[in-house]
């Protein structure tokens, strides 16, 4: 059975950190685009980062640039997102999601593979 798997949602206070974590099981996903999504309490699911098979080049939302940072292991088949300077406005699930295009895609329709989402919540 193919999974993503997330990790290490949580509660925060404003200007802190967390590091999610998605875990890949039943294929390998090192030759997959790998992503982040969120979706916040009435919102629409949207785009938060995605990185490359090999690392060599990632995107980011421009709400979230230069303050999340994705990253990949191949070797343990996960992906990471490593998200400093949260805001209130960062609460929302984050879903994991894997494509095998080798462009990266912002939208959702373009994604196989999801994981179930973990829930990030920001205290202001």
């Known amino acids: 059975q193919v999974q993503l798997v997330e990790s290490g949602g949580g509660l925060v206070q404003a200007g802190g950190s967390l590091t999610l974590s998605c875990a890949g099981s039943?294929?390998?996903?090192?030759?997959?685009?790998r992503a982040w999504f969120r979706q916040g309490p009435g919102k629409e699911r949207e785009f938060v980062a995605a990185i490359s098979w090999s690392s060599d080049y990632s995107e980011y939302a421009d709400s979230v640039k230069d303050r999340f940072t994705i990253s990949r292991d191949n070797a343990k088949n996960t992906v990471f997102l490593q998200m400093n300077s949260l805001k209130a406005e960062d609460t929302a699930v984050y879903y994991c999601a894997a494509d095998s295009r080798r462009a990266i895609y912002r939208s959702s329709l373009y994604y196989a593979y999801w994981g179930q989402g973990t829930q990030v919540t920001v205290s202001s």
């Open positions: 039943g294929r390998s996903f090192s030759n997959n685009i």
